[in-house]
């Protein structure tokens, strides 16, 4: 048999009607078929498979989550009353300021509208860039 370099799409078949004729028992018309089929839905089963597992890895980390900020919670109670207390306090008395200074805001971010905008949206595409980085690959449905 004679190797080229150049990719020819009808090789394999005729090395595999070549190997068919010369096998002695029956073989069905659509056995390429069926072997492409089985290839795919082992491609499926292991793309599925992967899913499942982060899935799964994604449930253990929200539980785990959930459980550590209850007992940070439980354990640390006061701690985070008294955080808690302090921001409230600093907010009430700060709210002159707070009312001083948003109309200041508001008429900044009214001036220069186009930059905002602009930063929002690459801030949008980072963080979309970011998600569809962490949860890897897309799995494309043909």
């Not at 070549?18 to 056995?31: C, N, V």
């Not at 006061?78 to 002159?96: G, P």
């Not at 009312?99 to 929002?120: D, E, G, H």
């Amino acid at each position: 048999m004679l190797i080229t370099d150049e990719p020819n799409e009808h090789s394999f078949d005729r090395i595999l009607v070549r190997a068919l004729k010369q096998h002695s028992e029956t073989i069905p018309g659509d056995f390429t078929t069926n072997v492409q089929m089985r290839i795919r839905k082992a491609q499926e089963q292991r793309i599925l498979a992967r899913v499942i597992w982060q899935e799964r890895l994604t449930l253990v980390g929200s539980i785990a989550l959930a459980s550590l900020m209850i007992t940070g919670g439980l354990i640390f109670r006061e701690y985070l009353v008294n955080i808690y207390y302090y921001i409230v306090n600093s907010l009430i008395a700060d709210e002159q300021t707070l009312f001083v200074t948003m109309p200041r805001l508001v008429k900044t971010i009214c001036s220069n509208w186009q930059q905002y905008a602009i930063l929002a949206v690459i801030l949008m595409f980072a963080l979309y860039s970011l998600a569809d980085f962490l949860t890897g690959h897309r799995i494309r449905i043909r």
